[in-house]
């Protein structure tokens, strides 16, 4: 414990020169700006800024890609909150309730139990990695591939419990969007699949394309609609901030959303998802009145922007503590790691105290940034929702434009974007929720990967889901989750049919 | 794809106007150099230095780009088709160069549409076990594999690529059997061995580096034709396995359009065999986990005719096989 | 079947788009190898998930049919039209005629997808778009894009 306070302390004299300092700041700003901008997400800003700390030194530059990262992260939900573009797959969920409280005049008061709930997660996030890192490693690499299949279940599972409308629509969705996700090159054959021959699909669908299609599109066509139902009026905003009562209400939601999230950000491949879809689900099984969901609960928010700020910390660890990468994110830093000859490895903590304890330590100051930054400027841009939607809505297609195509520098993103938004609009006027669709559609990869690798590892033996503990306790969880779901719908329906037989 | 054609149609008239006068006096504006990877991989860092390098060489701005996809394709087919004027190259890799065109369907011929000026870097894949595994060499990995075919599992980094074939190769100069575990790229593969998951791998340099450092995993032998600087007490699969002619190995080069200026070739070739003994290019590229190289344009050009047939049979029965 | 049986019957309608989408799946993974549950070819997984949403959408197709409900939403062609149409501009200038242009475009055919835009509010809004949008993404952020032809 002294020894880890000691490297800590160390770590924040490393972080807090000047220079690093300004590095850190300069990363949380910029992070905060693309993270708000609909469509340019983390990945593609590191990518587009990754030759300009070229010139830095490695810790300089690493603290300030991070800080790009989780500054991110909280943009991501602003957009989530104000506008339900969800440019990341982490802030898809923050969009469900986040948006409807905006649209009640709540908006203040949601991006700042986003604020506040991500820094909490954010600094306990980094106070694990720095007491519990390389342990935490050892536990993430006790994960194979049937408990990674067993978890990809548990996140769809959890994106049932958050559908709104009918369960059964959400089930469709959810296998629409395993199905797009299954769209470019079967690692197992290395052959294409459902490409219609472009070239461009052979490495899936860009997600991108598809939650700014089926969010930013559809909506901003519904909104513009005269005969619509006018989602785009927002009501007289109420307060900015938020009553002590209501942050008393979101104590539990923050706290149960950062333990999720610090535990599945450490796992690779899709974990900062499920940590996210799975907090929002627990908050709606745990609320006494689930209904609230959906409609504007402030725990819609507060769990879910708690798991995903949590996560993007705990990624960190198989980063540096086994050069795994969780998210296409990490691997551009084990990129830019490997650009300033450092690899990240078993060895970057022995070998980098600087930069392992440095990075730590510019974590909770990045953090502690970020809300400094942010909290004042939610009254600016809960003001931003005054600006005529007549006006706004230029503004969100073309930075949606410019964002989807800066992924890949390819208009052909453009066109899928297009093709999303009509399918996302038509999708919108049936009913059918796009939240599910993403969560299957982030999930279906892994999940098809690791349940083909496992019967390949096990020589098609289907026991190895249930014999392996880790995976065992995880399908339970699925399996508890699906029956909770499953109760209320039999019930209703008996109900129902006792109804209509009284009737008769 | 529309858009495409015509911004190539656009280029090949700008191009056939001005392409008289450029030879001579070439360069006289920005190169751009395309990475048909993703930014903040090996290859990006690999067309980076060089660019830096080339910069200071030819007293013109390089300019990076990044067209990934598909595994490198579609940047490579973007440069086959680029106007052969000296100011769009490549810095291709084998994947796409060498291996794609025979394994699967490719828009370019390797052969006809691209001109290889020089390889500037290479890295050969380790042969890295599980520590549980009684194995220690080359040897004794044929013997057991021979003894037990097909329980050992190897991770790659997905079908077809650089980690499948280079086994597959082994497997079919050694007659022995172990079982393909795919995994969605090499740092995955190399974590699984490490793990326990699967118990070998053909892994890159990059990856296989810091934890043979760490000592998480053992490794027996490099894939290349030479030993590597890295780790020169690891003797090669050829050499340790006697199989003559085994090399897989991963190499980076600068490759033009087919069609280029003979002239311009020459500068850019020039400049880069002085670029092999840059210090500061010699840093970079150690920091990257490469080793720096120059060829000529001939032995490039050589190099992938070599490996485009050794890929063409290695593929040819695997499909029989199957 | 009445009018009510088309207008208000939003399960027979995603049943049947799904049920297409589903179909359009199950042929382009028909050629490829389905091979077994121990041993997955690369046509198994779709084609699992493909037959579920259609299991799925044509049991929806026929709740649509024997009771139908849910009234549908009216479709609004104008907005739909010119956004979508404003992203096809956007794409096919991008590249050849420069963010300045393609913003111009994107932003003038999104103006006529509402009635209440303005047209002096649009230009001031085109252009002040192109600006920023040439500072943050072009000069900022390097995105390679040209501004200009």
Known sequence: MMDVLALLGHGFAVAGTPQNLFFCLVGALCGTLIGVLPGLGPVATISLLLPATYALDPVGAIIMLSGIYYGAQYGGSTTAILMNIPGESTSVVTAIDGHRLAQQGRAGEALAVAAIGSFFAGCVGSLVIALAGPPLAGVAQKFESPDYFSLMLLGLVSAVVLANGSVFRAVAMILLGLLLGLVGSDINSGLTRMTFGFLQLSDGVNFVAIAMGMFGVAEVVSNLESKGEKKAQIAQISSIWPSLKILLLTKFAVLRGTLIGIAFGILPGGGATVASFSAYALEKKVARDPSRFGKGAIEGVAAPEAANNAAAQTSFVPLLTLGIPTSATMALMIGALTLHGIAPGPMVITRQPDLFWGLIASMFIGNLMLVIINLPMIGLWVKLLNIPYRMLFLVILVISAIGVYSVNNSAFDVYLTLAFGLLGYILRKLDAEPAPLLMGFVLGPPMEENVRRSLIISQGDFMVFVQRPISLVLLLAALALLISVALPFIRKRRVEVFKDEAAN | ?322 | MNRTFWRGNIDFYCGLLLLSIAALAIWLVSELDFGTAREMGPAYFPLVVAGLLGAMSLFMVVRGIVRPEGEMAPIEIRPLFFILLSFLAFGLLIARGGLVLAILAQVGLAHFASPETRVVETILFALGLALFSSVVFVYLLGIPVSLLP
Request: overall charge positive; hydrophobic content about 45%.
């Open chain 2, 1 to 322: 794809m529309k858009t495409k054609l015509g911004l190539l149609a656009g280029l090949v008239i700008l191009a056939s106007t001005s392409l008289a006068s450029a030879q001579a006096d070439w360069p006289r504006k920005a190169v751009t150099l395309i990475v048909p990877y993703a930014p903040g991989g090996y290859t990006d860092a690999v067309g980076r230095i060089t660019a830096r390098y080339l910069e200071k060489a030819l007293a013109t701005s390089v300019v990076v780009e990044n067209r990934a996809g598909a595994g490198g394709i579609i940047g490579t087919a973007y440069v086959a088709k680029a106007p052969p004027d000296g100011y769009t190259l490549c810095v291709c890799s084998v994947g796409a160069t060498s291996v794609a065109p025979v394994a699967q369907k490719t828009d370019y011929d390797p052969k006809k549409d691209l001109r290889p000026i020089s390889i500037v870097s290479t890295i050969p894949q380790t042969v890295i076990v599980g520590k549980s595994l009684p194995i220690t060499s080359i040897p004794e990995l044929i013997a057991y594999a021979k003894a037990n075919p097909g329980k050992l599992n190897y991770g790659s980094s997905g079908a077809g690529g650089l980690m499948h074939y280079s086994v597959a190769l082994f497997q079919v100069r050694t007659g022995t059997r172990m079982t393909h575990v795919p995994f969605k790229g090499g740092a995955p593969a190399t974590a699984a061995v490490v793990s326990g998951e699967v118990q070998i791998s053909f892994t890159n340099m990059t990856d296989a580096l810091p934890q043979m450092e760490a000592n998480t995993v053992r490794a027996i032998a490099v894939t290349s034709v030479e030993r590597s600087p890295y780790a020169p007490n690891l003797p090669t699969v050829a050499e340790a396995g006697n199989l003559k002619g085994y090399s897989a190995e991963s190499w980076n080069g600068i490759i033009a359009p087919a069609g280029t200026p003979e002239p311009i070739i020459k500068k850019i070739s020039d400049a880069l065999a002085k670029m092999v003994d840059d210090a500061d290019v010699k840093k970079s590229m150690a920091a990257a986990g490469a080793t720096g190289v120059f060829t000529t344009p001939a032995e490039f050009a050589k190099r992938i005719d070599d490996e485009l047939a050794q890929w063409a049979v290695l593929v040819k029965e695997m499909k029989d096989g199957k």
